[in-house]
């Protein structure tokens, strides 16, 4: 078998700090593990801009399309703000999930019992939390024609479309109820059936699917503004969520703060299977470049850590090592080392970045 291949792309902000991190974590794999992996970088967003006018080069695109797993930082920033449309920072991240077709994007809120004082929810509301959103992630309002600013009876009008066809909605449905197979087996499908006919195309399919292939998975529907109230009332009635790609964006927002940090969520974006039986990947922290903590050493890098952990478990067939990952960062936590964004103010001095993968190093390390 030939060395597994990743494609980093750290991107803007704080991305490069923190994929700084994770290539000390990834060193220490092939250290200590022998996990050897065939490692390249490239730009995506206003760092490609900057160098080659454009958030995304054909070259790069290219290089996402063939290896087994991209990992990317965060993109955008306020200097590309001004940027026409086509080629702002954000273009780069949506062309490369829409053409590697990453249409289940796996958006993990699980409360760490070391920070559960640290949502705004009371701590009994959210202790022991663990929901998956799966997000469809190549379709819908983000990519539906016809779009555009046109001019209309002498004012402008701003037009996007959301459409989903059956296929669609299948598949990424199909993702989600395996993903429930493999936890507490119930799902809750969101959208607004109530005033959206892709909504009640969506439920429609879903139901269907449920009840033909998936008859022992308990399976319920929200409409998606009081699945958004749900999130926040109660959230552990939840264990998989699927959604739209618009609604999914949203709620897992919702669902991410929920948990105290938005520093600590990663995400996984999965295509159809390689030739290899793996799934095209790219893994994402939930979180974005942060230019107010930009080049601070203030960054959290456990989101994006976690990131090559979900990477470890779904395209490398390392579920132990992601368990090792994982168990690593929740045990940094447990004894106390925490980033700015794990505080309250006033409560003593941050770790910085480095300090953090540092901690996590040192953990894993622990754990042989
Ligand atoms: C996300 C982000 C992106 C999105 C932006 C950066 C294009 O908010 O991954 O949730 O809207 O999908
Ligand atoms: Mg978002």
């Not at 991305?15 to 794999?29: Q, Y």
């Not at 022998?34 to 967003?45: P, T």
């Not at 273009?91 to 705004?120: H, I, T, V, W, Y």
């Not at 080392?337 to 309250?344: G, I, N, P, S, Y």
Request: hydrophobic share 40%; net charge negative; proline share 5%.
């Amino acid at each position: 078998m030939s060395t597994p291949s990743l494609l980093i792309l750290a991107g803007d902000g704080i991305g490069p700090e923190v994929m700084g991190e994770v290539k000390k974590i990834i060193a220490w794999f092939d250290d200590k593990r022998g996990l050897k992996f065939d490692i390249s970088e490239d730009l995506v967003g206003g760092a490609a801009y900057d160098a080659h006018g454009t958030p995304l080069t054909d070259e790069t695109m290219a290089k996402a399309q063939e290896v087994d797993a991209v990992l990317l930082g965060a993109v955008g920033g306020p200097a590309y703000d001004d940027l026409d449309f086509s080629v702002k920072p954000e273009r780069g991240l949506l062309r490369l999930r829409k053409e590697m077709d990453l249409f289940a994007n796996l958006r993990p809120a699980q409360c760490f019992d070391a920070l559960a004082d640290f949502s705004s929810l009371k701590p009994e509301l959210i202790s022991g939390l663990d929901i998956m959103i799966v997000r469809e992630l190549t379709s819908g309002v983000y990519f539906g024609e016809p779009r555009g600013i046109f001019e209309e009876n002498g004012e402008r009008v701003g037009l996007n479309t959301q459409r989903y066809t059956e296929s669609e909605i299948d598949r990424v449905a199909r993702a989600a109820f395996e993903l429930a197979r493999k936890r507490n087996n119930r799902l809750c499908s969101m959208e607004k059936a109530n005033v959206m006919e892709s909504g009640i195309l969506w439920r429609e399919v879903v139901t269907k699917i449920g009840a033909e292939d998936y008859p022992d998975v308990e399976l319920s529907h929200m409409y998606a503004d009081n699945g958004a109230m749900q999130l926040v009332r109660n959230p552990k009635q939840f264990d998989v969520i699927v959604t739209d790609n618009l609604f999914g964006d949203i709620l897992s927002d919702v669902a991410a703060m929920l948990t105290g940090s938005l520093g600590m969520l990663p995400s996984a974006s999965l295509g159809v299977p390689m030739a290899n039986g793996m799934p095209k990947a790219m893994y994402e922290p939930v979180h974005g470049s942060a230019p107010d903590i930009t080049g601070q050493g203030k960054a959290n890098p456990s989101a994006t850590i976690l990131s090559f952990a979900m990477a470890l478990r779904y395209s490398y067939g390392q579920g132990a090592e992601a368990d090792r990952l994982e168990a690593a960062v929740e045990k940094v936590l447990a004894d106390g080392t925490r980033t700015a964004d794990l505080m309250q103010k006033g409560e003593g001095t941050p770790a910085s970045t480095t300090e953090m993968g540092d901690a996590i190093v040192a953990a894993l390390t622990a754990s042989l």
